[in-house]
C-alpha cells in the first residue's frame, strides 16, 4: 500500500497557498496589543489579541525599517512609542511563519487616527460613568485649604518631575513638607500602582494630595485616562492637585482632580501662590492691625490727656468747693452759736417770767384756786357748784375745805 501522509512542509506549503489565495493582499486588521517585545535588530514581535474574543489572537511581525516608519507615525501623531494594552489598526500581509508553524500578520503600516480615536471612546465612557454617578467631581467639591504646607505627592521618586517639583517648594523659603509615595507612572500595572500610592497618602496627615509626571505622549499618559486612577481620586479625603506634562488634553486624572495644571513645576508654583497669597494678606492684616492699634492708641491717649485735665480741673473747682464749704460750715457753726446762745437767754429770761407768774407766785400773792375735792378739777364758773356741796381752797400756805351754803 502506498504511503498517503504528507511531509511537514507539505502541509505548511498548502497552508500558505490557501491563505495567500484567502489574503493576496495586504489587509487591514484591529485589535490589542500582548505581549510587545523588541529584538535588538529593530524588529517587534507582538500579537493582536480580539478583545470581544476570549484567545483570539494573531501574532505581528514588523521588521526594523518598517517598524521605524510605524514609531515615527506614532510620535508625529503624539502617540509615543508602542506598547501593550493599546489598540490598534494594522495593514499587512498574512502567511506562515513555518518554523513556528503558526499564522502571522507581518506589518505593513498603522492607522494612527484609530488609535486615538479609541482612546478618546475609552476615555468618553470612563468620564461619562463618573459623570453619571457623581464621582467624577467628588474631589473637586472638597474645600481648598488656605495654607497647603503638608503635600501628599503622588510620583516617581527621584524622577525630573519629583525634582523640578521639589525645587519650586523648596526655593519659596516656605516651610513644606512633602511626603512621597512613589509609583511607577507608566506600563500595564502603572494604573494600579498609582491607585495603591494615592490611597496610601489617604492615610497621611496631609492638605491637599499632588499627582505628578514628566511630559508624554498619549500612550504613555493614557495611565491617567484610566477608571481606577479616576475612581482613587474621587475617593482622596482632600483635594488633589494633578500636574502630568500636557498642554492641551485632560486626562480623566485632571478632570476628576479638584485641580489640574499643565507641568509638575506648575503644580509646584500653585502651591507656593497658595500659600504666599494667604502669607501676604496675613502681611496686610497685619499692618492694618497695627495702623488701627496705633491709631486707637493715640486717640485714647488723648482722650486719657483731655480727661486727665478735665480731672485736674475738677479738682482745682472741688478744691474751691471745698474752702467755700469749710467757710461756710464755719460760719453757720459761730451762727448756730450765737442763736443758741440768744435762745438760751430767752429761754432764760422766760424761765423767770414763767416763775413771776406762776400758781405759787400768783398763790402768795394773795389768789386762790377753789377745786373740788380731789384738787385736780378747778371751779371756775359758779354754774360748777351747787348749795352744800364740799369745796378745796388753794391759797399761798395751803389748803382748807369750804362747803357751799347757798347761792
Known amino acids: ?76 501623531a503624539g502617540l509615543g512609542a508602542l506598547r501593550d494594552g493599546v489598540e490598534l489598526r494594522i495593514n499587512g500581509t498574512v502567511g506562515v511563519a513555518t518554523r ?59 524622577s525630573a518631575a519629583h525634582a523640578d517639583f521639589i525645587h519650586q517648594l523648596e526655593r519659596s523659603g516656605f516651610r513644606f513638607a512633602v511626603r512621597t509615595a512613589h509609583t511607577s507612572v507608566q506600563g500595564d500595572e502603572a494604573p494600579e500602582a498609582v491607585a495603591k500610592a494615592l490611597a496610601m497618602v489617604a492615610k497621611e496627615r496631609v492638605d491637599m494630595a499632588a499627582v505628578i509626571r514628566g511630559g508624554g505622549a498619549k500612550l504613555d499618559l493614557s495611565v491617567f485616562d484610566s477608571e481606577v486612577v479616576g475612581r482613587a481620586i474621587s475617593k482622596m479625603p482632600v483635594p488633589v492637585i494633578t500636574g502630568l506634562g500636557h498642554e492641551v488634553d485632560r486626562t480623566i486624572a485632571d478632570e476628576a482632580a479638584a485641580i489640574s ?15 504666599k497669597d494667604f502669607s501676604d494678606r496675613l502681611g496686610r492684616a497685619r499692618l492694618v492691625i497695627g495702623t488701627e492699634a ?29 474752702d467755700l464749704i469749710d467757710h461756710v460750715k464755719g460760719g453757720i457753726a459761730d451762727s448756730a452759736r450765737r442763736k443758741l446762745q440768744g435762745e438760751e437767754q430767752n429761754i432764760s429770761n422766760l424761765g423767770e417770767w414763767f416763775s413771776a407768774i ?35 381752797v388753794r391759797v399761798g400756805d395751803g389748803t382748807f375745805p369750804v362747803k357751799v351754803e347757798g347761792q
Open 1 to 76: 500500500m502506498k504511503d498517503q501522509s504528507l511531509t511537514v512542509s507539505e502541509v505548511l506549503a498548502r497552508a500558505e497557498r490557501v491563505i495567500g489565495l484567502e489574503f493576496p493582499t495586504p489587509v487591514w486588521v484591529r485589535g490589542e496589543v500582548t505581549g510587545l517585545r523588541r529584538t535588538s535588530g529593530g524588529a517587534v514581535f507582538f500579537r493582536l489579541a480580539d478583545p470581544d474574543v476570549d484567545h483570539a489572537a494573531l501574532d505581528v511581525l514588523a521588521m526594523g525599517r518598517v517598524m521605524r516608519d510605524v514609531d515615527r507615525v506614532l510620535e508625529s
Open 100 to 158: 513556528q508553524s503558526l499564522l502571522r500578520m507581518t506589518l505593513l503600516a498603522i492607522d494612527p487616527a484609530f488609535t486615538m480615536g479609541r482612546l478618546a471612546v475609552v476615555r468618553a465612557e470612563v468620564l461619562q460613568k463618573m459623570s453619571a454617578d457623581g464621582s467624577l467631581r467628588t474631589n473637586a467639591k472638597l474645600p481648598i485649604p488656605p495654607v497647603p504646607l503638608r503635600i501628599g505627592l503622588v510620583t516617581s521618586r527621584g
Open 261 to 275: 495644571e499643565k507641568t509638575p513645576s506648575a503644580v509646584g508654583e500653585w502651591l507656593v501662590a497658595r500659600v
Open 294 to 322: 496705633r491709631s486707637a492708641f493715640q486717640r485714647h491717649r488723648q482722650r486719657l490727656v483731655s480727661a486727665a485735665g478735665t480731672v485736674a480741673g475738677v479738682s482745682t473747682s472741688l478744691a474751691r468747693q471745698r
Open 358 to 392: 406762776g400758781l405759787n407766785a400768783t398763790l402768795g400773792r394773795g389768789f386762790a384756786v377753789v377745786t373740788k375735792p380731789d384738787g385736780r378739777t378747778v371751779i371756775r364758773s359758779v354754774d360748777q357748784v351747787s348749795a352744800g356741796d364740799s369745796l378745796v
